[in-house]
């Protein structure tokens, strides 16, 4: 297809016909922000011709990235060649309309891709899409040679009024000369982390590794600026945020942390390693760094707030719950971190496991389920114990004191063992367990890893009574 050159606003961009005679309209009308972060912004435009979206990748955002396109094709010119041999090859995709690039001197300002506005929405919205005619839309990519290896429902766009399906989003489509069968795998295995579709058992067991891996990665982005976290400077500290900005009660909070733990009515615990407060509505942890090699090791690592920062960003990924976190910093003598905070949201009305008076037995049931999903996911805790457990009013268990918590990828027995023996010593000193509820708890705990209990009970570190 013949594509029409010109400039517009400063961009050189270059338009399929239909479009051309409404671009100047679409560029003019001021658009709906859709997704933003430092470096992309897509917007919607509707007009009375039709509805538009326009992403923008701002290459200018950092100071030396615009001088890479030189010799590399920004990624909006690399997704709409890629859209021309979809269309080319009658595969199923969002019709891309235009691609604009606008440079200088310094190289690449900014790359824009202009896409129409399919009347559609992510598959996994729409409950009686079927998995199948996902599958058979995937199989006409692969037989092709075209893989998408980001591959997520929510790049499959399915119209609730015809049923039609098409893909979105197609920055990081690879195209190859074959698709592989086990390529194929792993990208459905890669779907199936959040859609789930008929696989068989080696994919699936392959897509709960891919799970592991993918939130893993995932999990990073809470320590990066990006369209929900960003770096805030508030007093003589600079907080990496959760947006929005969480209340006027956090930003007294973050404004002097050190003030707010000597408030007499918020002191929760003091401790030579870590100090704790809170409201009823936050709880701000302060870890102390007190040795040498404390002060040592900060220089090479996260400190140990900003660790346990991302650890509850992560468990929240995976759907396991704990404090949401909210904002972190530190407080530092040049290299050396001195001090750290991490200001997480306060469970309303939760109390510690070993003081619920609720029912105990679905308590303690709803508890092995939460072990068992963590160890599923690839975390051991190496601190687990009834006091780290809280338990709201209505029996829901959370996973509290993560400092001990570290992602393994794969729990074997023997550390899942660890972690259940020291949680029953806890349960069998406080005597608040009886042998009958632990019991309930091994049985339930294999239930959910659908493990035999066997398999533990039989073991000498198994938490047994």
């Not at 990748?57 to 890479?68: D, G, T, V």
């Not at 789930?196 to 600026?225: G, V, W």
């Not at 070993?354 to 049931?365: E, H, K, R």
Request: hydrophobic share 35%; charged share 25%; glycine share 6%.
């Amino acid at each position: 297809m013949v594509m029409d050159r010109f400039r517009a606003q400063g961009v050189l961009w270059e338009v399929k016909p239909e479009l051309k005679p409404h671009l100047r309209d679409v560029l003019d009308s001021p658009g709906q922000v859709v997704k933003e972060s430092p470096f992309k912004k897509v917007t919607s435009h509707t007009l009375p011709h039709g509805t538009y979206y326009i992403k923008r990748y701002l290459h200018s955002a950092s100071r030396l990235r615009p001088l890479k396109f030189y010799w590399k094709a920004s990624q909006a010119r690399q997704e709409w060649e890629l859209a021309k041999r979809c269309e080319a090859l009658d595969l199923p995709v969002v019709k891309h309309l235009a691609l604009g690039e606008r440079w200088s001197k310094r190289g690449l300002l900014e790359s824009l891709l202009l896409t129409e506005g399919f009347p559609g929405i992510p598959v996994f919205q729409l409950p009686n899409a079927s998995p199948r005619s996902v599958m058979d839309l995937l199989d006409r990519f692969y037989d092709r040679g075209l893989l998408q290896p980001d591959l997520h429902p929510s790049n499959i766009l399915v119209n609730p009024d015809t049923g039609e399906l098409r893909i979105v989003d197609l920055h990081g489509m690879r195209s190859l000369s074959r698709v592989t069968p086990s390529q194929r795998k792993r990208n459905l295995a890669t779907l199936n982390v959040t859609y789930p579709i008929p696989i068989d058992a080696e994919t699936q067991r392959l897509s709960r590794r891919l799970r592991r891996k993918i939130f893993h990665k995932r999990s990073a982005r809470c320590l990066k600026s990006n369209r929900e976290f960003a770096s805030r400077r508030c007093g003589r500290l600079t907080w990496h945020v959760r947006l929005p900005w969480s209340s006027n009660a956090t930003q007294e909070i973050v404004s002097d942390p050190d003030a707010f733990l000597r408030r007499p009515n918020t002191l929760l615990k003091e401790g030579r390693s870590a100090t704790v407060g809170g409201t009823a509505a936050s709880i701000l942890k302060r870890h102390n760094t007190k040795s040498i090699s404390g002060l040592i090791k900060s220089c090479f690592r996260h400190s140990r707030a900003r660790r346990a920062f991302r650890k509850a960003y992560h468990l929240e990924l995976t759907g396991i719950p704990t404090a949401r976190p909210i904002a972190v910093a530190e407080r530092k003598k040049g290299p050396l971190v001195i001090a750290s905070y991490f200001l997480m949201e306060a469970i309303h009305g939760a109390v510690p496991l070993p003081n619920y008076q609720g029912d105990l037995m679905q308590a303690v049931s709803r508890t092995a389920v939460l072990i068992g999903r963590l160890h599923e996911e690839g975390f051991k805790h190496r601190d687990l114990k009834a006091t780290n457990i809280l338990i709201d009013s209505e029996g829901r268990p959370y996973l509290i004191d993560l400092d001990g918590l570290q992602f393994v990828g794969e729990v074997s027995d023997r550390q899942a063992g660890k972690d259940l023996l020291r949680l029953n010593r806890a349960a069998v000193a406080s005597a608040s367990s009886p042998r009958p509820i632990r019991l309930q708890f091994i049985k339930q705990y294999c239930k959910t890893r659908e493990l035999r209990p066997g398999r533990f009970i039989r073991r000498p570190q198994v938490p047994y009574p």
